[in-house]
């Protein structure tokens, strides 16, 4: 498929999700629609409660805060992209496997503690920084476990820095044209979005309580229960903060999106892919085609999970993911 036409299908499918946050948010009625035209602030996150918080200013000096727990080979988890998403989503994973690897689990800038790297967000500034953050944190081949479209960044890390990275796990991952992006809003809404007067209220609209619990509830987890009051504040907090508000802003606009099709054909690192079997964006049908351009990869499918299954099935998705490594360990000895 051509880089046009998945340009378009990015735009298609992100026009999709921006009506449906849209009428979410508004479905509460005017007092939603005042509240985000008059933008109240919302009250900053409150620090983790779990692993070891740290910063690392890289050779660029752009500074990167991450958590970090446990002793072992190293293991590093990327977050997805969407409305207060940042490192917290691999919290009870990160705590399972941390009992047998060295957890690494940073925010990309913009997201979650880290601050957005000065100037246009971009795919290359993000692959920059990955790249410094296995150079000069983890220093050892580590392996990447990437959710949404953050599995297009770790597929380019691996094949352009093939020293630093064992193997790959790619959750419900985005980056083939054919998978385009369905949380980019390019086209209207993402211009909408980026419009200095009107864009502001339209992200906060987009970012309100009603609009968050609807995407997290209707179009995330698989299990809506699951979404309670402390993860809801959590992605309300996190996607009010002015950093995040821009880096929001990019991905809502497909600034992010990053197309890794002509680029799966020169990994040479074994490769995990793992989807919650009631995910929608993307839906797991979407494992064929990574599978097709992926032939030797291991694939596992999470019942009763939706697009974050390490958050909603922890104990499964992490017993799948060692036993997969150890597998490809045994292998590797044979």
């Not at 498929?1 to 479905?27: H, N, P, V």
């Not at 800038?109 to 944190?137: K, M, S």
């Amino acid at each position: 498929m051509s880089r046009g036409t998945g340009r378009s299908l990015k735009s298609d499918r992100g026009r999709k999700i921006a009506t449906r946050l849209l009428i979410a948010g508004a479905a509460v009625g005017t007092p939603i629609l005042v509240a985000a035209l008059l933008r109240r602030r919302a009250e900053p996150p409150s620090p983790p409660r779990w692993g070891r918080a740290h910063r690392y200013a890289g050779r660029s000096g752009r500074e990167v805060v991450f958590q970090e727990l446990g002793s072992g080979p190293p293991i590093v988890l990327l977050h997805s992209f969407g409305p207060g998403y940042d490192a917290n989503q691999w919290r009870a994973a990160a705590e399972l496997l941390a009992a047998d690897f060295s957890v690494y689990v940073p925010d990309f800038p913009g997201w979650g503690r880290t601050r957005a790297i000065p100037g246009a967000h971009h795919p290359e500034r993000y692959l920059q920084l990955l790249e410094d953050f296995l150079a000069g944190v983890v220093r050892e081949k580590a392996v990447l476990v990437a959710s949404g479209l953050a599995a297009s960044y770790a597929v380019q890390a691996a094949v352009d820095h093939p020293d630093r990275v064992r193997a790959l796990a790619l959750v419900s991952p985005l980056g083939l044209g054919e998978t385009a992006e369905t949380g980019a809003l390019q086209g209207f809404a993402g211009h909408v979005v980026g419009l200095p007067v009107v864009g502001a209220p339209v992200l906060d609209l987009l970012t309100g309580r009603a609009a968050l619990e609807h995407h997290l509830r209707r179009e995330v987890y698989a299990a809506p229960e699951r979404v309670d009051a402390a993860l809801l504040e959590h992605h309300y907090r996190v996607s009010h903060t002015s950093q995040a508000r821009a880096a929001l802003a990019a991905y809502l606009r497909g600034d992010l999106w990053h197309d890794v099709s002509e680029e799966l054909e020169r990994l040479r690192v074994p490769v995990w892919l793992a989807w919650g079997r009631q995910a929608k964006n993307p839906p797991v049908d979407q494992a064929d085609l990574w599978l097709r351009h992926l032939p030797g990869a291991a694939l596992d499918v999470f019942e009763g999970a939706g697009a974050l299954p390490y958050a909603e099935t922890p104990a499964l998705f992490c017993r799948a993911l060692e036993r997969f490594l150890a597998e490809k360990a045994r292998t590797s000895t044979d």
